[in-house]
């Protein structure tokens, strides 16, 4: 079994801030895949289904992030980072973390997520630096 977990703030006034990213991935694999609707379960949600011939589990919204995560499951996963920029200015990072994107993000947004969901094969299969190379030259 495989499990994606993508991490954000779980508020309605974050819903399009940078820090979801992770959030809008996983909703992009559940649409695209058909996946289950997603349940509260774990201080989260939880949607399952197949990818491929493989068995998944889907978003987790109660962790503290990474930390949170390899302090439950360990440290031996993959991860797949998703970058959201820097502040243009020397402003605190958080704050742009906690911003919502523009349009031209969004745009940009939309792009990557496409190339994620389309180079899924390749990370099912756990050909990560194949999966980075595909995903940024598209």
Do not use: W
């Not at 703030?9 to 940078?18: A, I």
């Amino acid at each position: 079994m495989l499990l994606f977990v993508g991490l954000g703030n779980p508020t309605p006034d974050s819903e399009n801030n940078r820090h979801n990213i992770g959030f809008k991935l996983i909703d992009a694999l559940n649409q695209k895949f058909g996946l289950s609707k997603q349940k509260p379960k774990f201080k989260g949600l939880l949607t399952t289904g197949n990818i491929e011939d493989k068995k998944v589990a889907g978003s987790s919204a109660g962790h503290n992030g990474i930390e949170s995560i390899d302090k439950f499951i360990g440290k031996d996963y993959s991860r797949v980072r998703i970058g959201i920029g820097r502040p243009k200015t020397k402003a605190d990072v958080s704050d742009h973390v906690l911003k919502d994107f523009d349009e031209d993000e969004m745009i940009q947004l939309e792009k990557i997520t496409k190339n994620i969901i389309d180079s899924m094969a390749i990370l099912i299969d756990k050909k990560l630096d194949l999966f980075a190379s595909t995903v940024n030259n598209k």
